[in-house]
């Protein structure tokens, strides 16, 4: 570490002197970092190149020992705090200006027991680090979409992926965490232990303390059937009505999401001919046999001849990476997000005006989050909305930070004509910072029950660079 003088923090509040670094750094297995240091702007940098904010303390832990120090040094100081993983948080909630990030992103050690059919993963890891390791023994968890990101901030915000409608959330495949509270102590939370914590833990975010490991219960899932089918945008319209029919009948091993999109060209495997051509779409995910799984692709079919599709056998991880090429880290995001019960002709309408996307990364999905997720009461876990159909997200992106108004107006725009027709609240990894009544709705009868946990666990709050719940008075 380079000298330094004194390091002022929160806003000229909170000096730290070179002997309080020095013995920071000198009680860690990790790497300290300050603006000072070489790789500092590669330090701060996240997913979402959109956010821009300078830390004045990033420590890279090594394990949970640094987890606490760190944690003790920002009580003892009075330090600002967000804790970062995989770093996909879209409005930046990993970061933090003028105080200390906690970085658990060298914290990637995995155990899957194949008997018991669990994994234990470190919270550092993302989901190729799980899917790559769970697949060798034929075994996978729900996860996301997108392999990078990490497996803590979905995990904690409830998580939802291409095997929801088989598997549930996430978090209803989630047996146990390891958690550092905001008093620096280290605990196990799960139905016996610390029931009230881990009931808070299964959707309710990073409120409540730092989740150093998580332990999944897996599934037998080797290879699925999927890939992608497109039809012309001026398909939306027939596409969407048929697909809001078609899917709360289907079987619960048949996952699809709709998708708006425009085709990337290279290095994507698509015609030449398709390049830039705007679209509708299916992702699909069937557990299932390619011959078991062709009916279910006809009926797509002869609704309307698709444009393109390559819809085959493939080990889950590599449906897992799909996106990871045309999705990488560093693009400009602007994301809005909504549950939906139902797709009524009225909202189709309204997406209909807004079915061009603006560039060529931005999309629109809806996700299934039916089947199994609708098997378990609101109340059993800190996820709310167990009654709805779709989880939506429309992501405005590019990476030319010039299109920075075009993309967040087009996903403002749309988000304001649909949202009438929502169920009223989102999933919490798909929310900019939108104020408290937004936070209260996505956890709906769930809020007050999550604020009284909040309150014994952490009462002052510490843990409020988030979509925070604050602790009842």
Request: glycine share 8%.
């Amino acid at each position: 570490m380079k000298s330094i003088k004194v390091l002022t923090l929160d806003k000229g509040k909170t000096k730290l002197n070179q002997t309080q670094l020095e013995e920071l750094e000198n009680q860690l297995r990790g790497e300290l970092i300050t603006p000072e240091s070489e790789t500092y702007d590669e330090s701060r940098a996240i997913y979402n190149a959109m956010i821009d904010k300078k830390p004045s303390l990033i420590v890279y832990c090594s394990n949970v020992a640094d987890v606490i120090t760190c944690l003790n040094f920002a009580q003892e100081h009075h330090l600002l705090t967000a804790v970062r993983s995989g770093g996909h948080n879209g409005p930046g909630l990993a970061l933090v200006d003028d105080g200390l990030v906690i970085d658990l992103s060298r914290m990637t050690g995995i155990r899957v027991d194949p008997e018991a059919k669990t994994v234990r993963a470190e919270a550092g890891c993302t989901w190729a680090d799980v899917d790559h390791t769970t697949n060798q023994f034929g075994l996978a968890t729900v996860s996301g979409v997108i392999s990078t990101t990490g497996i803590a901030g979905l995990t904690l915000g409830g998580g939802h992926g291409y095997l929801t409608r088989k598997y549930g959330l996430t978090v209803d495949n989630l047996i146990e965490t390891d958690v550092v509270l905001a008093d620096g102590s280290f605990i196990t939370a799960n139905e016996d232990q610390h029931s009230d914590l881990f009931w808070a833990l299964r959707g309710g975010g990073g409120n409540f303390g730092i989740v150093t490991s998580f332990k999944y219960q897996l599934h037998p899932v080797d290879n699925v059937v999927a890939g992608p089918m497109f039809w012309p945008v001026d398909q939306t319209e027939k596409m969407m009505r048929w697909y809001r029919d078609w899917l709360p009948n289907v079987p619960k091993n048949v996952y699809a999401f709709f998708l708006l999109a425009e085709v990337p060209g290279d290095p994507f495997p698509f015609p030449p001919k398709i390049h830039g051509e705007k679209v509708c779409g299916l992702m699909w995910c069937i557990t299932d046999s390619q011959e078991q799984a062709e009916p279910f692709l006809e009926e797509a079919r002869n609704v309307e001849e698709p444009l393109f599709e390559h819809v085959e056998l493939m080990p889950y991880p590599a449906l897992q990476s799909m996106f990871d090429g045309l999705l990488p880290p560093g693009l400009q995001w602007y994301w809005k997000g909504d549950f939906i019960r139902e797709l009524s002709d009225e909202a189709i309408s309204e997406h209909l005006k807004f079915a061009e996307v603006p560039t060529m990364q931005s999309t629109m999905h809806l996700y299934p989050i039916n089947g199994d997720v609708h098997e378990i009461d609101p109340d059993e876990t800190a996820w709310n909305y167990r009654d709805v159909n779709w989880s939506m997200v429309i992501g405005g992106i590019t990476d030319d930070p010039s299109n920075n108004e075009k993309i967040t107006n087009w996903a403002r725009d749309y988000w304001q004509s649909i949202h009438p027709y929502s169920a009223g609240a989102a999933y919490v990894n798909f929310m900019m910072e939108e104020g408290d009544n937004r936070v209260k709705a996505t956890y709906g009868e769930n809020y007050e029950r999550l604020q009284k946990v909040k309150a014994k666990y952490d009462p002052d709050n510490f843990f409020r660079v988030n979509q925070n719940i604050k602790p009842v008075s």
